[in-house]
């Protein structure tokens, strides 16, 4: 059976950092995505990173604060957050990809490119 389990949200003041963690099982994956979603708002697409750790990231407020990381000997990735902002707030999701790579990493943005996901991890930032 294929999972994804999300661990390490939480609530943390503005400016402080989490380091959420994605376990994955039953299958290795050839790249894995981060995504979140706000209430009232559409998942949207956070960092991935392939299995030999080509890395992309939302060109939006997350880049320089956010960085995703994969350790292959244990199926899992990682996304450390800095100097979160109330706006982070989201349930943050793990997504995994079973297909070749034969896409350019800007691609792996959208949603339809993972085939596995978790079920979520909150991060609350207060203000």
């Known amino acids: 059976q294929v999972q994804l389990v999300e661990s390490g949200g939480g609530l943390v003041q503005a400016g402080g950092s989490l380091r959420l963690s994605c376990a994955a099982s039953?299958?290795?994956?050839?790249?894995m995505g981060w995504f979140r979603q706000a209430p009232g708002t559409e998942r949207e697409f956070v960092a991935a990173?392939?299995?030999?750790?080509?890395?992309?990231y939302d060109t939006g407020s997350v880049k320089g604060r956010f960085t995703i990381s994969r350790d292959n000997t244990k199926n899992t990735v990682h996304l450390q957050m800095n100097n979160l902002k109330p706006e982070d707030t989201a349930v943050y999701y793990c997504?995994?990809?079973?297909?070749?790579?034969?896409?350019?990493?800007?691609?792996?943005?959208?949603?339809?490119?993972?085939?596995?996901w978790g079920r979520g991890t909150q991060v609350t930032v207060s203000s």
């Open positions: 039953g299958r290795t994956f050839s790249a």
């Open positions: 990173i392939t299995w030999t750790g080509g890395t992309t």
């Open positions: 997504a995994g990809r079973t297909a070749r790579l034969n896409l350019l990493l800007r691609d792996l943005s959208g949603m339809s490119q993972y085939s596995y």
